[in-house]
């Protein structure tokens, strides 16, 4: 079977010099079959045969680490998320917040921007938080305690400001961020999924552009 490309998350992950979190060879390797196939096939779809075989190790071998498939899945996403998805994430997502931007537009194109990076380098574990994350609800908790409650902090200081200097209208950060975020993500999800495919008549500029003007037209204040 062709080797798939490893994620940068995955390679950080494997790399852990902490001798309690640093994973076996057999054990990278597990992981990276299971978030492969996990990503192309579903969590509910792929089997431990399979993992195994792409895996080059025995199929018992697997249960030797990992008690059952689920206990797999959670060894990929909790990991991520609790010790690398956050520093991560927020490492180059950071610098979109340290910036000083004249307009909300402006912020809005720069989160934008910086996530369609970040995805390109990282398909995989968007595709297991796309599938996996609305049917278990231990993967939403992490989840939402881990990414949600930091990125959603930072991004209120700026949505303040915004909103302190008149420029958006009367409404609660928290509602200004969740109507801006959930299109944001709409756009992004189906870019990654839809637009980057050969044949596709997706125009990614315009795509975007249209995102953001939505996005302004119910949030920004009426010109006088």
């Not at 574990?125 to 599938?131: E, G, P, R």
């Given at each position: 079977?062709?080797?798939?490309?490893?994620?940068?998350?995955?390679?950080?992950?494997?790399?852990?010099?902490?001798?309690?979190?640093?994973?076996?060879?057999?054990?990278a390797?597990?992981?990276a079959?299971?978030?492969?196939?996990?990503?192309?096939?579903?969590?509910?779809?792929?089997?431990?045969s399979?993992?195994?075989?792409?895996?080059?190790?025995?199929?018992g071998?697997?249960?030797?680490?990992?008690?059952?498939?689920?206990?797999?899945?959670?060894?990929?996403?909790?990991?991520?998320?609790?010790?690398?998805?956050?520093?991560?994430?927020?490492?180059?997502f950071?610098?979109?917040?340290?910036?000083?931007?004249d307009?909300?537009?402006?912020?809005?194109?720069?989160?934008?921007?910086?996530?369609?990076?970040?995805?390109?380098?990282?398909?995989?574990?968007?595709?297991?938080?796309?599938?996996?994350?609305?049917?278990?609800?231990?993967?939403?908790?992490?989840?939402?305690?881990?990414?949600i409650k930091?990125?959603?902090?930072?991004?209120?200081?700026?949505?303040?400001?915004?909103?302190e200097?008149?420029?958006?209208?009367?409404?609660?950060?928290?509602?200004?961020?969740?109507?801006?975020?959930?299109?944001?993500?709409?756009?992004?999800?189906?870019?990654?999924?839809?637009?980057?495919?050969?044949?596709?008549?997706?125009?990614?500029e315009k795509e975007?552009q249209?995102?953001?003007?939505?996005?302004?037209?119910?949030?920004?204040?009426?010109?006088?």
């Amino acid at each position: 079977m062709e080797q798939q490309p490893i994620d940068e998350w995955l390679k950080e992950l494997m790399q852990q010099e902490d001798p309690e979190r640093k994973m076996t060879d057999k054990q990278a390797r597990i992981v990276a079959a299971a978030a492969e196939i996990f990503a192309r096939k579903g969590f509910a779809a792929a089997s431990t045969s399979e993992i195994a075989q792409q895996a080059g190790v025995a199929e018992g071998t697997i249960f030797r680490h990992y008690r059952t498939k689920k206990d797999l899945l959670l060894s990929i996403v909790a990991p991520v998320m609790s010790r690398l998805v956050t520093p991560f994430v927020l490492r180059d997502f950071g610098r979109v917040f340290e910036d000083r931007y004249d307009s909300f537009d402006q912020f809005l194109r720069a989160v934008i921007e910086n996530r369609i990076i970040f995805l390109k380098k990282n398909m995989s574990i968007l595709k297991i938080f796309v599938q996996e994350v609305p049917f278990h609800p231990d993967l939403q908790e992490q989840f939402q305690k881990v990414v949600i409650k930091q990125v959603l902090a930072r991004m209120t200081v700026i949505v303040d400001r915004f909103r302190e200097d008149g420029m958006l209208i009367d409404l609660p950060s928290s509602t200004i961020i969740r109507l801006a975020v959930s299109t944001m993500i709409g756009y992004v999800i189906v870019r990654a999924m839809y637009g980057e495919q050969e044949g596709s008549q997706w125009d990614d500029e315009k795509e975007r552009q249209a995102t953001i003007d939505f996005i302004m037209r119910g949030l920004a204040v009426p010109a006088p």
